[in-house]
C-alpha cells in the first residue's frame, strides 16, 4: 500500500488528470443520457397525442354507429324518441364547456344521456354517472324531464355490463352489425 508522503507530485498530478478526465467522460454520458431521455419523453407526448387522436375517432364511431340506433332501441323500451342531438355541450360564462353529452335522446318526458366508448370500463361507467349528477345544474332547460343514463360501447366485458345496469344505467353494446340492449328483462333504470 502506498502511503501519501510516498506519492510523488508527478504521480498525484496524473491521478488528478485522469479523476479529471473520468469527470468529463461522466459529464458527457450524462449529458447523453439527458439527451436520449428528452427524445423519449418526446416520443411518448407525441404517440400518447396519436393515441388520443386514435381514442376520439374511435369514440366518434361507436357514437356514429349508435345515433340511429337508439331510436329503435328505446322505442322497443316503451320510450318515444323526438330528437337525437349529438355533442351537446354547456358552457360557463366564460365560454369554457363544462359538460359534454356525447348522444342526447329527448322526448316530451324523458331525457337520456349517452356516453359513447370503444371499450367500456367501470371508470367509464363512475364518469358517467358522476356527470348525470351534475347534469341539470348544466343543463337547466332539462330540468322537468325525466333524466336517465346509458352507455354505449363496440365491446363491453361482461362483469361492466353488469355494473352499468347496477347502477341504473341502460347499456348499448355493438352485436355484429347491430347494437342491443344488453340490461337483463325487467331491468328499472334510474332517474336523476
Not at 54 to 80: H, S, T, Y
Not at 87 to 116: W, Y
Request: charged letters at 30%; a negative charge; glycine letters at 6%.
Amino acid at each position: 500500500m502506498t502511503t501519501a508522503a510516498e506519492i510523488s507530485w508527478d504521480d498525484l498530478k496524473a491521478m488528478i488528470l485522469g479523476l479529471a478526465e473520468q469527470s468529463k467522460e461522466t459529464d458527457r454520458r450524462m449529458q447523453e443520457t439527458d439527451r436520449r431521455m428528452q427524445e423519449t419523453d418526446r416520443r411518448i407526448r407525441a404517440l400518447e397525442r396519436q393515441l388520443g387522436r386514435l381514442g376520439n375517432r374511435l369514440g366518434q364511431f361507436v357514437q356514429d354507429m349508435v345515433e340511429p340506433a337508439v331510436v329503435r332501441l328505446f322505442q322497443e323500451q316503451g320510450i318515444p324518441v323526438h330528437r337525437v342531438m349529438p355533442n351537446v355541450r354547456a358552457r360557463d360564462d366564460a365560454g369554457q364547456t363544462v359538460m359534454e353529452i356525447d348522444l342526447l335522446v329527448i322526448n316530451g318526458d324523458h331525457a337520456i344521456a349517452v356516453e359513447c366508448k370503444s371499450r367500456l370500463t367501470t371508470d367509464d361507467v363512475d364518469e358517467h354517472l358522476e356527470r348525470l349528477s351534475r347534469f341539470k345544474a348544466a343543463f337547466p332547460e332539462y330540468a322537468d324531464k325525466l333524466l336517465h343514463g346509458a352507455v354505449a360501447a363496440m365491446g363491453a366485458p361482461d362483469e361492466v355490463v353488469r355494473y352499468a345496469e347496477k347502477q341504473g344505467l341502460y347499456v348499448l353494446v355493438q352485436a355484429d352489425d347491430d347494437v342491443v340492449v344488453r340490461n337483463q328483462p325487467g331491468f328499472t333504470p334510474r332517474t336523476w
